[in-house]
């Protein structure tokens, strides 16, 4: 059975940083693309950023360029998220999705798997 367990979120104040982790198992992902999407309250799930499969590509979404480090360990079949400089705008619900090996990295409905979801507040 495939898990895609995150890990890192919390509370912390604007201007702060927060290192999140996701975390497979039952299977590798070191052939296909991972991701990062966030959800906040009343909104639909947005593309955060994405890394290719050997981690020699990296996409972000406009709100977070910059700021957010996407990338990955294969050996650790893991992929990381570094978030610096956090916006009270950042606070969402942060899902890890893996297992895409075509179509857009923006695209939610192109990742095969994805996690529970880690909570991020930022506090102004």
């Known amino acids: 059975q495939v898990q895609l367990v995150e890990s890192g979120g919390g509370l912390v104040q604007a201007g702060g940083s927060l290192r999140l982790s996701c975390a497979a198992s039952?299977?590798?992902?070191?052939?296909?693309?991972m991701g990062w999407f966030r959800q906040a309250p009343g909104k639909e799930r947005e593309f955060v950023a994405a890394?290719?499969?050997?981690?020699?590509?990296?996409y972000y979404a406009d709100s977070v360029k910059g700021r957010f480090t996407i990338s990955r360990d294969n050996a650790q079949n893991t992929v990381y998220l570094q978030m610096n400089s956090l916006k009270p705008e950042d606070t969402a619900v942060y899902f890890c999705?893996?297992?895409?090996?075509?179509?857009?990295?923006?695209?939610?409905?192109?990742?095969?798997?994805w996690g529970q979801g880690t909570q991020v507040t930022v506090s102004s």
């Open positions: 999705a893996a297992g895409l090996y075509s179509g857009s990295y923006y695209s939610p409905s192109n990742y095969d798997y």
């Open positions: 039952g299977r590798t992902f070191s052939s296909a693309a």
């Open positions: 890394i290719s499969w050997r981690g020699g590509s990296t």
